[in-house]
C-alpha cells in the first residue's frame, strides 16, 4: 500500500471520528448549523497549515477553477442534499446512499478523466459498496417522533434522489479536485481554497433560510460547542488535507474507495465508544468492506 492510499485511509478514519463529534453536537444544535459551523473552523486551521507547511502559492487559474467546481459539488451541493436525505430517511440510510459516489466516481473518472476500470478494480469496488451497505443497515430503522405518521412512498422517493443527487454530487468533487491536483497544485492549499471556497457558498446559501444566523447563535451560546468544534475540525482538515494528497497521487476510484470505508470506520468507532460489540452483521459488512478495498489496492 503507497502514501497515496494511506492518506485516503487516514483520511476515512479521521472524518469517522470527527463525524462522530459532529453528531454529538447535531444532537445539541441541529445538523444544519453542524454543516455550517464546521466550515470556519476547518478553512482556519488549513489557512494555518498553509503558511506553516504549504509550499508556496505559485499555481495557475486551471486548478483553481476545478478547486471551485470540487468544493461547489461536494462541500456545498453534496451536503445539502445528504442532510435533506437524512432528515427525510434518517442517517444510516442517508449515509448508505452517499456511499454509492464510490462507483459513480469510477464510472465518471473512465468517463472524464480516462482512468482505467478494470475487472479486478470494478470487482473490488462492487465489493466494498456492499459491505458498506451490509453494516449501515445492520438494524437499520427510522426513530420517528411520537404520533409522527409513517412515511409515505412520495417521501420515500424524495430522500431517495436527494440521496441518490448528493452521491452524483459528491462523485463529481472527487472527479473535479483530482483534475485540480494533477498540476502544481499544493495539497494543503488545495485543500484550503475547496474549504473557503465551498463553505463560503454554503454559507450564502443558508443565508435565506436564516440558517447561518442560527448557526452562529447556536455556537455563541455554548463555549463547549465551540471547544467541541474546534476538536472536530482539526480532524477534519486533516482528512481535507488527506483527500487532496490521495487525489493528487493514485486514481479518483481507488481513492474514493478507501475514503468510502468511512461509515464503517463510524459503526467501529461508535461500539468502541459505547464499549459494545458489534453484531455479526456489522462485522460480516466491516469484512467484505475492507476485502474489496484490499482487492482494489492490489490492483
Given at each position: 500500500m503507497g502514501w497515496g492510499e494511506l492518506t485516503a485511509l487516514m483520511t476515512a478514519v479521521v472524518w469517522a471520528i470527527s463525524s462522530q463529534i459532529n453528531g454529538s453536537i447535531g444532537r445539541r444544535v441541529g445538523a444544519v448549523s453542524v454543516s455550517l459551523l464546521r466550515m470556519p473552523f476547518q478553512t482556519l486551521f488549513l489557512a494555518l497549515a498553509c503558511g506553516v507547511a504549504g509550499g508556496g502559492a505559485s499555481f495557475g487559474p486551471q486548478p483553481v477553477v476545478f478547486i471551485f467546481l470540487s468544493g461547489l459539488t461536494g462541500v456545498t451541493l453534496g451536503d445539502l442534499l445528504l442532510y435533506k436525505a437524512i432528515v427525510i430517511l434518517g442517517t444510516r440510510a442517508g449515509i448508505l446512499l452517499q456511499s454509492l459516489s464510490t462507483s459513480c466516481t469510477a464510472l465518471f473518472g473512465l468517463l472524464f478523466l480516462g482512468e482505467p476500470l478494470t475487472l479486478q478494480l470494478a470487482t473490488g469496488i462492487?465489493?466494498?459498496?456492499?459491505?458498506?451497505?451490509?453494516?449501515?443497515?445492520?438494524?437499520?430503522?427510522?426513530?420517528?417522533?411520537?404520533?409522527?405518521?409513517?412515511?409515505?412512498?412520495r417521501e420515500i422517493r424524495r430522500g431517495i434522489c436527494f440521496g441518490l443527487a448528493g452521491a452524483a454530487f459528491l462523485a463529481?468533487?472527487?472527479?473535479?479536485?483530482?483534475?485540480?491536483?494533477?498540476?502544481?497544485?499544493?495539497?494543503?492549499?488545495?485543500?484550503?481554497?475547496?474549504?473557503?471556497?465551498?463553505?463560503?457558498?454554503?454559507?450564502?446559501?443558508?443565508?435565506?433560510?436564516?440558517?447561518?444566523?442560527?448557526?452562529?447563535?447556536?455556537?455563541?451560546?455554548?463555549?463547549?460547542?465551540?471547544?467541541l468544534l474546534c476538536l472536530s475540525c482539526l480532524l477534519g482538515a486533516l482528512g481535507m488535507w488527506g483527500a487532496c494528497e490521495s487525489?493528487?497521487?493514485?486514481?479518483?476510484?481507488?481513492?474514493?474507495?478507501?475514503?468510502?470505508?468511512?461509515?464503517?470506520?463510524?459503526?467501529?468507532?461508535?461500539?468502541?465508544?459505547?464499549?459494545?460489540?458489534?453484531?455479526?452483521?456489522?462485522?460480516?459488512?466491516?469484512?467484505?468492506?475492507?476485502?474489496?478495498?484490499?482487492?482494489?489496492?492490489?490492483?
Amino acid at each position: 500500500m503507497g502514501w497515496g492510499e494511506l492518506t485516503a485511509l487516514m483520511t476515512a478514519v479521521v472524518w469517522a471520528i470527527s463525524s462522530q463529534i459532529n453528531g454529538s453536537i447535531g444532537r445539541r444544535v441541529g445538523a444544519v448549523s453542524v454543516s455550517l459551523l464546521r466550515m470556519p473552523f476547518q478553512t482556519l486551521f488549513l489557512a494555518l497549515a498553509c503558511g506553516v507547511a504549504g509550499g508556496g502559492a505559485s499555481f495557475g487559474p486551471q486548478p483553481v477553477v476545478f478547486i471551485f467546481l470540487s468544493g461547489l459539488t461536494g462541500v456545498t451541493l453534496g451536503d445539502l442534499l445528504l442532510y435533506k436525505a437524512i432528515v427525510i430517511l434518517g442517517t444510516r440510510a442517508g449515509i448508505l446512499l452517499q456511499s454509492l459516489s464510490t462507483s459513480c466516481t469510477a464510472l465518471f473518472g473512465l468517463l472524464f478523466l480516462g482512468e482505467p476500470l478494470t475487472l479486478q478494480l470494478a470487482t473490488g469496488i462492487f465489493l466494498a459498496t456492499m459491505g458498506v451497505g451490509i453494516a449501515v443497515t445492520a438494524g437499520l430503522e427510522r426513530s420517528t417522533p411520537p404520533g409522527q405518521p409513517p412515511l409515505t412512498r412520495r417521501e420515500i422517493r424524495r430522500g431517495i434522489c436527494f440521496g441518490l443527487a448528493g452521491a452524483a454530487f459528491l462523485a463529481l468533487s472527487f472527479i473535479t479536485l483530482r483534475a485540480g491536483m494533477q498540476g502544481d497544485m499544493d495539497p494543503y492549499w488545495g485543500a484550503f481554497l475547496r474549504a473557503l471556497l465551498g463553505g463560503g457558498l454554503l454559507w450564502l446559501a443558508g443565508l435565506p433560510g436564516h440558517w447561518s444566523q442560527a448557526a452562529v447563535r447556536s455556537c455563541r451560546a455554548s463555549p463547549f460547542i465551540a471547544l467541541l468544534l474546534c476538536l472536530s475540525c482539526l480532524l477534519g482538515a486533516l482528512g481535507m488535507w488527506g483527500a487532496c494528497e490521495s487525489m493528487r497521487l493514485i486514481p479518483a476510484g481507488i481513492a474514493a474507495t478507501i475514503m468510502g470505508l468511512q461509515p464503517v470506520w463510524v459503526i467501529v468507532t461508535a461500539s468502541l465508544w459505547e464499549r459494545s460489540l458489534p453484531s455479526l452483521r456489522i462485522v460480516l459488512g466491516a469484512g467484505v468492506a475492507f476485502g474489496g478495498t484490499a482487492l482494489v489496492c492490489l490492483r
